[in-house]
């Protein structure tokens, strides 16, 4: 497989993985509360290839290669509840146990949530 090869499979495979959720998650529901995930997706990648020829041996050789790296980071979330609408950004520790204040029980409810996923 050549660099150009390898670039067109790496791009085909990141169109399916980049959409919009990866940037505004999906809305998780907690009792009357609606939590929005928001994220930065960081994405970077690398080719090359080369060929040459070992002048002792008179071999001539090849390569190439590809990389890529992606980092997913949660910003902030979106609390959504009753009337009341709040940006809570995800750095501030203050904010997040202001999340937990505003949903002390979101933690038992997603695991719930995922149990019956499980259970499906």
Not at 43 to 59: L, S, V
Request: with cysteine; proline share 5%; hydrophobic share 35%.
């Amino acid at each position: 497989m050549d660099i150009k090869e390898n670039t067109e499979v790496l791009f085909s495979k990141l169109e399916n993985f980049f959409k919009t959720e990866t940037v505004v998650g999906k809305p998780i529901q907690v009792g009357d509360i609606t939590l929005v995930p928001f994220i930065t997706v960081t994405f970077g990648c690398g080719t090359g290839g080369g060929e040459g020829t070992d002048p002792k041996n008179k071999q001539e050789g090849g390569g190439s290669g590809i990389g890529a790296g992606a980092k997913i980071t949660p910003n902030a979330v979106l609390v959504i509840k009753e009337d009341t609408i709040q940006m809570l950004p995800i750095g501030d520790k203050n904010n997040l146990s202001k999340l937990m204040e505003l949903v002390p029980n979101i933690v038992s409810k997603l695991k719930k949530k995922n149990e019956k996923k499980e259970n499906i």
